[in-house]
């Protein structure tokens, strides 16, 4: 349980703060619209974050 | 296909990292540091083909790519940290060369410095405060005196009545539950406040995301120079709430990501 929060709240981070820019960029997550909605959805499959966890751990 | 120039943060130019590069194992490729005048671009380099924006919105709700390389991102600027201050960059910033690079730095050259002067032997911690409202509800059902009165008196009142009386107390007992949460949460976050330099608060994050059963009611960050004293506030609080329901989870050190400037955010 654990584990998961911590890979939430890191996903939280990463994502969504931190210096963001545009301009004389070629890529930015800042630009897609709606990146957070889906990954929401996506994290909330607790199913998905065990597999993977499981994958990095062996 | 030629490549992008990955930027994970931004440091001081004379920092000593020492073999935290060298020995990093990750998603995302092996950083370096591009030097320009003050300031150092922690940057690695991508395939443009693999970073391309038309690519990217389903990059990034695909789990199995994206969390690997959030994670590795997070990884290097973790292993900066300990030779001094970052100003942290968004995952999958991406430049189109060198030079687009270094022309970043020198143009933002005094916002930059002044950046990691401020952040200069300092952490960010995150307090996730989260309450259980079945024991909340509980404990005020027991200590709420306007509640506790209409309960003595629906235990003696007929049955026409003490139907009104309990949906009354109801009402009463969710209104009492959701001013505990609020003040809870204001003077949690005052009490974090007084121990830090900056604060961040973000909003709580909805049960799915948090994949907790309980409300959160603060998602703060705190910028500060003990962590010792923010754990101490912490445990203060655990007591002080402890009964009601009430847990808080410290995290960190993070980098700084909530404590960028605020030009770049």
Known sequence: ?58 | MSDGWYLYGVTHAGVELGDAYTTFDGALPRPFLVIDGEVAAITGKVSLEEFDEARLPGLLNDPGWLIPRATAHQDVLERALPGGPVVPFRFGTVYRDERAVRTFLRSNAHELTTALERLSGRVEMGVKVFADRDVLTAALRDTDAPVAELETEIASAPEGRAYMLRRRADRLLDEAVQQFEQECAAESHAAFSAVADDVAVNPPQPAELSGRSEEMILNGAYLLQSVEAINDVAQELAQRYGGSGVTFDVTGPWPPYNFVPSEFA
């Open chain 1, 1 to 58: 349980m654990q584990q998961q929060i911590t890979l939430l709240e890191l996903v939280d981070r990463v994502l969504n703060k931190g210096v963001s820019l545009s301009g004389d960029i070629t890529l930015s997550v800042a630009d897609v619209d709606l990146v957070y909605v889906g990954l929401r959805v996506l994290l909330a499959s607790v199913g998905t974050l065990e597999e993977l966890q499981l994958r990095d751990d062996t």
